[in-house]
């Protein structure tokens, strides 16, 4: 595979509404990108994983499902477009992949999200249950797996009473065991080659609440542990699918933060340092007491992993959106997430099939970003649909982030785990004579995303 970006832009990009659809202009899109990064003509033999896996082989299908609803409205179908990876690439993907591997081989189409987010009621809406029990009848080796080991459940008890501009939302998260990985998992130890090394707020990294403390367990002294699924690691071939969307807490989430839904154990996940300013990065200035209360109602502990949540924010009608304080490191200086994209990235690209960290990389990923339907301001969930009608793909993430962000409207220094990236070490090709630009709305708190 070449090491550039390929890119497809159509202003008549649209998501077909058979996924199965042979003549969709999707279908040209993901050909054009593949053709491009194995410098392969297509024809009926055409075979473009062959050069990346053999028969036999075992490929990861790593889309973005998210959720199909945020604590406050129903996900309505132009922001659920903006949010998860449409079926219309899945489909061809599973196609290539099964030609590639053979009815020996292994296909699993795999997330981790959200952990209230109940992934069987999600796939079967989003219809992604339907398309893997399409391919099982024609005798493919797919499977469709949660990588999850728990989740929380939703039980509300008051849900979404409108009292003025507010939603008042009471109920409780209850921790419940799924199945998992049939495989089972791996803890992976990064130690110095952690980019949390020698992170002056290592004591101070903090996830969501109720298991906001939860990092300590896996970062301290030189340590730095990662979960992963064992699916993961025998696989030869990750195909990664994220939206091109913008992420109130890392700025934009595209290759490299899809990669977070690889992993079990998410509580171990540095999202922000506590404390704000010059003592920690989850605030932006020094909260009121009206803000920790709010905050301390969001998610309160009652044990066992299990919590009551009691949340009343200004709810914006017409674009259903919630206006709510920070808590989160959800902020243009958060200096805390950027650090665990790029440790799960090499997570994911490093450690061997035993769970021990390689010096080469011991599997390849593909990834191609749907950002046909695009999602911009406050995302990943609060994101609103943009019309971009564009797909991008690449062998290097780190270069095709570059460029997506690039492409986003924002300036590239300004996303950390970017800073380190030349623009003139990137390749790219693209079916137009000129790269597409936009411009997004930015996330709340993140307005600098534009400065140069």
Partial sequence: MKDTIAIYHDDNLRYPKDPFDAASIIRNGIDYILSELTGERIDSEWNPLGKLVSKGSKIIIKPNF?????????????????????????????????????????????????????????????????????????????????????????????????????????GLFIKKSLPGDNSGYSTIDLLEKSAFN?????????????????????????????????????????????????????????????????????????????????????????????????NFLRVIPIGFGNSIFIRYPITIEESQQVQMPIYNGSWIKNDTLWRTILDVAKVVEYSDKTGNLAE????????????????????????????????LGSMNMYHLDFLATKMMGFNTHKIKYLK???????????????????????????????EK
């Fill in 198 to 294: 020698n992170h002056k707020g290592i004591n101070k990294l903090r996830f969501y609440k109720p298991h906001y403390k939860k990092p300590l367990e896996a970062h301290f002294d030189n340590h730095h542990k990662y979960n992963l699924a064992n699916s993961i690691l025998e696989a030869d071939l990750i195909i990664n699918l994220p939206k091109m969307k913008t992420h109130k807490i890392s700025g934009v989430t595209l290759a490299l933060k899809n990669l977070i839904g690889l992993t079990n154990k998410k509580y171990w996940l540095p999202h922000y340092t506590e404390g704000y300013m010059s003592s920690g990065d989850q605030y932006d200035h020094e909260p009121k007491m009206s803000e920790r209360i709010q």
């Fill in 420 to 450: 380190d990236i030349q623009e003139r070490d990137i390749n790219y090709t693209c079916n137009q004579s000129k790269l597409p630009g936009f411009k997004f709305v930015t996330p709340e708190r993140w307005a600098g995303l534009y």
């Fill in 66 to 170: 998210v959720t199909i609803k945020d604590h406050h409205f129903e996900l309505n179908s132009d922001r659920q477009l903006a949010v998860t990876t449409n079926n219309s690439l899945i489909v061809p993907l599973i196609e290539y992949a099964y030609k590639a591997v053979g009815d020996n081989g292994k296909i699993i189409i795999a997330d981790s999200p959200i952990e209230a987010s109940d992934f069987d009621k999600t796939v079967s809406k989003l219809g992604v249950l339907h398309i893997v029990e399409e391919f099982q009848k024609r005798g493919y080796p797919v499977e469709l797996v949660d990588l999850r080991d728990f989740r929380v459940k939703p039980i509300q008890i008051i849900n979404n009473l409108r009292l003025g501009n507010r939603s008042f939302n009471l």
């Fill in 360 to 391: 080469t990389k011991q599997r390849k990923v593909l990834s191609i970003i749907d950002g046909v339907v695009a999602g911009e301001g406050n995302g990943p969930l609060g994101a609103t649909a943009k019309y971009c009608d564009v797909l």
